[in-house]
């Protein structure tokens, strides 16, 4: 069974239609490619927090998203309100995952400390903030996604308990 997924994209540029938005669908092929995810919405949207958490809690309660990787809006920009808006709606923390990636870019540039994304849970959710760069997006998706699959199975309850013998 393929988890699903949504994908959204912040970038007030992008959702005026003056970019082509190019993280997202690269997220798209790297999920695809990995042959577990079903990526069932992508949206853009403006650097607005309120829309952020509104649609957060959408593509979690309401359309049963599994996966929520977001992209864009994580740095020190007084229009990046990514993870803000992702920690407003979890429910749990789950921090090892960006600061994984933090420390993994960091092994690439120093400008990797920059990244201010989190990780979360809302409820039966798991929502990624990533970098917004399609390079930062390659590098930290790849990272990831080797253990991304046993912590959605612990979420989800489809087996993969750590310790089960």
Do not use: W
Not at 71 to 92: H, I, L, Y
């Amino acid at each position: 069974m393929k988890y699903r997924v949504g994908i959204i994209t912040l970038s007030d540029k992008g959702a005026a239609g003056q970019r082509t938005d190019e993280s997202g669908p690269l997220i798209r092929r790297m999920l695809e490619e990995d042959g577990r995810y079903c990526v069932e919405k992508e949206v853009i949207l403006s650097d607005d927090r309120e829309k952020l958490e509104s649609e957060l809690v959408c593509m979690a309660d309401e359309e049963g998203m599994e996966l929520i990787l977001t992209t864009g809006g994580t740095g020190f920009s007084p229009r990046d309100n990514t993870p803000e808006a992702t920690m407003a709606v979890a429910t749990k923390n789950a921090p090892g995952i960006a600061e994984y990636m933090r420390a993994k870019s960091f092994e690439i540039t120093p400008k990797g400390m920059l990244s201010r994304g989190v990780s979360v849970i809302r409820n039966r959710t798991l929502i990624i903030n990533l970098p917004g760069s399609p390079k930062a997006v390659r590098e930290n998706l790849g990272f990831i996604l080797p253990a991304l699959g046993h912590g959605l199975e612990i979420l989800l309850g489809r087996g993969g308990e750590c310790g089960q013998k």
